[in-house]
């Protein structure tokens, strides 16, 4: 198990590296390696964003007759996640960048884009010095010009730094503690002021208080202990009221009934068989209520509710069933 990671091989003694047959392979063979997305892009076909990162498994084959500086150039088969169209890009030794083929547009970046301004505005102006050699002079006094602002600008950042150096800051923060202790001062005097102010004020409301207070004294009070206990009033004889009917409690769930004439024709009384003996007696008492006993009779006519229900369950009618 040691040997299972050596590298080194065992070569007899009478090897021979010439006699190993070489492979004749084409030279636009392609591989397939795993590499990922050197740049956002979008698909023609379907429109598919392709983020930067993305992981692929591509093709890779050398471009021919193509070269920098002796550096071969790949090409690299891709397919679009959504789609399945292929997509293909190369290296870009020149610029250290990948650039685009087909199949896909790359999306923008700026920051590629200002570098390719500034190299062609730098290639621009050396065409033109090459050709011009007024042209040359005005840009070295544009050139001369902006080297002195520069020097200016940063001769006024050294004096504002040493004029910064030369500031006693202890002093300042000295200064301005002092300052912040005088403020605190004077608002303390001022709320001492307002509680004095205050506190003279309610002094004066006192005094006006008790000067109502020795008047009302002045004047004679009823005297308190002439005030009768509190068990007297139960001796004494309370004051008449009117007294409530009482009510039966069977009025309070089916109601009172009323003896009023309505009622009158619901309820028949019993007859009574005449009695002679009586009869004498009815005749004295009827003389006298000629006489005078009207309200009486009046009283005697006008029987209680339960009255009328006992003559009711006395009735004929109730004992012939």
């Given at each position: 198990?040691?040997e299972r990671k050596v590298l080194n091989k065992y070569y007899p003694?009478?090897?021979?590296?010439?006699?190993?047959?070489?492979?004749?392979?084409?030279?636009?063979?392609?591989?397939?390696?795993?590499?990922?997305?050197?740049?956002?892009?979008?698909?023609?076909?379907?429109?598919?964003?392709?983020?930067?990162?993305?992981?692929?498994?591509?093709?890779?084959?050398?471009?021919?007759?193509?070269?920098?500086?002796?550096?071969?150039?790949?090409?690299?088969?891709?397919?679009?996640?959504?789609?399945?169209?292929?997509?293909?890009?190369?290296?870009?030794?020149?610029?250290?960048?990948?650039?685009?083929?087909?199949?896909?547009?790359?999306?923008?970046?700026?920051?590629?884009?200002?570098?390719?301004?500034?190299?062609?505005?730098?290639?621009?102006?050396?065409?033109?010095?090459?050709?011009?050699?007024?042209?040359?002079?005005?840009?070295?006094?544009?050139?001369?010009?902006?080297?002195?602002?520069?020097?200016?600008?940063?001769?006024?950042?050294?004096?504002?730094?040493?004029?910064?150096?030369?500031?006693?800051?202890?002093?300042?923060?000295?200064?301005?503690?002092?300052?912040?202790?005088?403020?605190?001062?004077?608002?303390?005097?001022?709320?001492?002021?307002?509680?004095?102010?205050?506190?003279?004020?309610?002094?004066?409301?006192?005094?006006?208080?008790?000067?109502?207070?020795?008047?009302?004294?002045?004047?004679?009070?009823?005297?308190?202990?002439?005030?009768?206990?509190?068990?007297?009033?139960?001796?004494?004889?309370?004051?008449?009221?009117?007294?409530?009917?009482?009510?039966?409690?069977?009025?309070?769930?089916?109601?009172?009934?009323?003896?009023?004439?309505?009622?009158?024709?619901?309820?028949?009384?019993?007859?009574?068989?005449?009695?002679?003996?009586?009869?004498?007696?009815?005749?004295?008492?009827?003389?006298?209520?000629?006489?005078?006993?009207?309200?009486?009779?009046?009283?005697?006519a006008a029987t209680s509710s339960l009255g009328l229900l006992g003559a009711y369950t006395d009735s004929e009618?109730?004992?012939?069933?």
């Amino acid at each position: 198990m040691s040997e299972r990671k050596v590298l080194n091989k065992y070569y007899p003694p009478d090897f021979d590296p010439a006699k190993i047959p070489k492979l004749k392979l084409p030279k636009d063979r392609q591989y397939v390696v795993r590499l990922m997305a050197p740049f956002n892009m979008r698909c023609k076909t379907c429109g598919e964003y392709i983020y930067k990162g993305k992981k692929f498994n591509a093709r890779k084959e050398t471009v021919q007759n193509e070269s920098y500086l002796g550096l071969p150039i790949f090409r690299f088969y891709i397919k679009c996640t959504r789609c399945l169209a292929e997509i293909t890009f190369k290296t870009d030794p020149e610029n250290t960048d990948y650039t685009m083929e087909h199949g896909a547009t790359r999306n923008f970046q700026a920051e590629k884009l200002l570098e390719e301004e500034e190299k062609r505005m730098q290639k621009e102006r050396e065409e033109e010095e090459l050709n011009n050699p007024m042209k040359v002079l005005e840009n070295r006094t544009k050139d001369s010009k902006l080297e002195m602002e520069v020097l200016e600008n940063l001769q006024e950042l050294k004096e504002l730094n040493q004029r910064q150096a030369n500031v006693d800051f202890e002093a300042m923060l000295k200064q301005y503690k002092e300052l912040e202790e005088e403020q605190r001062r004077k608002e303390q005097e001022e709320d001492e002021q307002e509680m004095k102010a205050m506190l003279e004020q309610a002094q004066n409301r006192r005094l006006l208080v008790d000067s109502d207070s020795d008047e009302e004294a002045a004047k004679p009070r009823p005297n308190p202990t002439a005030q009768t206990k509190p068990t007297d009033i139960l001796q004494e004889d309370p004051q008449p009221q009117s007294k409530k009917p009482r009510t039966e409690s069977w009025e309070r769930s089916v109601g009172k009934l009323s003896t009023k004439a309505q009622l009158a024709g619901l309820v028949a009384r019993r007859k009574q068989k005449p009695d002679p003996a009586l009869d004498n007696g009815m005749e004295t008492q009827g003389t006298t209520a000629n006489t005078g006993s009207l309200p009486a009779a009046a009283a005697a006519a006008a029987t209680s509710s339960l009255g009328l229900l006992g003559a009711y369950t006395d009735s004929e009618d109730s004992t012939s069933d």
